[in-house]
């Protein structure tokens, strides 16, 4: 299992694009 942790400040205009690019990725592991 991957745990992804983004630290995120005042980043309303990226957060979304950056969920999105993870829940792309393709791996064998689940991501929590």
């Known amino acids: 299992m991957i745990s992804i942790i983004i630290p995120a400040f005042n980043s309303?205009?990226?957060i979304e694009k950056t969920i999105q690019s993870?829940?792309?990725q393709k791996t064998k592991e689940k991501i929590e």
């Open 12 to 14: 309303e205009k990226t």
């Open 22 to 24: 993870i829940l792309a």
